[in-house]
Structures are given as structure tokens and as C-alpha cells.
T-cell receptor
Framework: GDSVTQMEGPVTLSEEAFLTINCTYT??????LFWYVQYPGEGLQLLLK?????DKGSNKGFEATYRKETTSFHLEKGSVQVSDSAVYFC???????????????FGTGTQLKVEL | GAVVSQHPSRVICKSGTSVKIECRSL??????MFWYRQFPKQSLMLMAT?????????EQGVEKDKFLINHASLTLSTLTVTSAHPEDSSFYIC?????????FGPGTRLTVL
């Protein structure tokens, strides 16, 4: 079945550091890929998405590229801020549905802590 | 963005009692609602999918008589954990979807003593 593997956390960075959170997936067909962010005390929020190979999703300075050849969707940000501290989840959907997902399969989440 | 609320946010109960968790879409009508369960340091596991007015579809391995789901309206779904036991202690997250996207609630922490 479908699965998502992401790097274990917690990840601790200094403000303005470069961020990479690795995510690889296993799926049949052509899944859509997502990154969700969960701030303390809040629900998961969609951060960015990509629906086909070579697509790049971007939002709030974060970006991730759908790499079919390496089955990866790594999250990057050039300069993190304290306000980026949260848990980040990589996920895939078994249907290519823009925006929403049908059945989402999640990774375990990676906690990011950004310090001054 | 769209808001999904859950109530309560945290509940502690005795073993053998039943606990109801509410999930509401506050500013949109949800065609479908999902219930997830999350164990520490593990991913969200889909428990069931429900559409308003119809029976929920449970994932393999999820006991439907243990986890009762009622999707009474386009803005409300409830999850009842019946005869709860310590192994049911977990973080339960609901999600609601409309035509645009899927939105998540903040979760409910259930502790069964």
C-alpha cells in the first residue's frame, strides 16, 4: 500500500538557517503530494502541494518539488524564522485531486524548533 | 481559511465509560468528514470516512462497534469511543472536506485511566 517516510525530528535550527526536511513516498499510480504544518494547539494546515511530476509547490517561503524519479518531495526554506516552529507532515493522496485529497496517507511528522 | 473545531480538546475518563467527541465545520458545509488517530511519534492513521446521512466507512482493523461515528449534518460529525480502555488513549483528529480542500481540527487528547 501507499506509505510516506519523513525524517525524524526534532530538528533544531538557528533563525535564518536553511531548512530541509526529507520526505519519500511509495505509491501506485500518480499520487498528489502535500506538506501540512501544525502549529501548537491548532489543526493541520495545508502548506503546499504538487499534483504531478516536476511540479513545485511553494508558500510562505517554503517549497518542495515532486520528484518522480526519486519518489521524493523534500521541503526546503532558505531562511527560517522562529515563527516557523511547528510540526510538518508530508502526505500523499491516492487521487490527483487539486486542493483536497481523497484518502490521505501521512508521514510521522517532523518537529521543527527555530531558536534566536 | 475554513475552520474545523473539535470538542472537547482534552478528556480524561475511567475505563469502561463512553466518550463522545464532536467535530464541526464552522463556516462551510462538509461533504465528507474523516476521523484520524495519532499515536506519539507516529503518523495520522485514518479510522473512518463518513458522508452526511450515510453510514461511515471504516478502515481495516478499526472496530465499528467500538468507534461509533454519526454524521448528522453537513457541519457536524461525532465519534463515540464506547467502553473505553487504556489502550484507546490517543490523539483523535477530525477533518472535513468540501469541494475545495480538506481542513483539519485541532485534535482531542483522550486519556483512559
Amino acid at each position: 500500500g501507499d506509505s510516506v517516510t519523513q525524517m525524524e525530528g526534532p530538528v533544531t535550527l538557528s533563525e535564518e538557517a536553511f531548512l530541509t526536511i526529507n520526505c519519500t513516498y511509495t505509491a501506485t499510480g500518480y499520487p498528489s503530494l502535500f506538506w501540512y504544518v501544525q502549529y501548537p494547539g491548532e489543526g493541520l494546515q495545508l502548506l503546499l502541494k504538487a499534483t504531478k511530476a516536476d511540479d513545485k509547490g511553494s508558500n510562505k517561503g517554503f517549497e518542495a518539488t515532486y520528484r518522480k524519479e526519486t519518489t521524493s518531495f523534500h521541503l526546503e526554506k532558505g531562511s527560517v524564522q522562529v515563527s516557523d516552529s511547528a510540526v510538518y507532515f508530508c502526505a500523499l493522496s491516492d487521487r490527483r485531486v487539486t486542493g483536497g485529497g481523497n484518502k490521505l496517507t501521512f508521514g510521522t511528522g517532523t518537529q521543527l524548533k527555530v531558536e534566536l | 481559511g475554513a475552520v474545523v473545531s473539535q470538542h472537547p480538546s482534552r478528556v480524561i475518563c475511567k475505563s469502561g465509560t463512553s466518550v463522545k467527541i464532536e467535530c464541526r465545520s464552522l463556516d462551510f458545509q462538509a461533504t465528507t468528514m474523516f476521523w484520524y488517530r495519532q499515536f506519539p511519534k507516529q503518523s495520522l492513521m485514518l479510522m473512518a470516512t463518513s458522508n452526511e446521512g450515510s453510514k461511515a466507512t471504516y478502515e481495516q482493523g478499526v472496530e465499528k462497534d467500538k468507534f461509533l461515528i454519526n454524521h448528522a449534518s453537513l457541519t457536524l460529525s461525532t465519534l463515540t469511543v464506547t467502553s473505553a480502555h487504556p489502550e484507546d488513549s490517543s490523539f483523535y483528529i477530525c477533518s472535513a472536506r468540501d469541494r475545495r480542500a480538506q481542513f483539519f481540527g485541532p485534535g482531542t487528547r483522550l486519556t483512559v485511566l
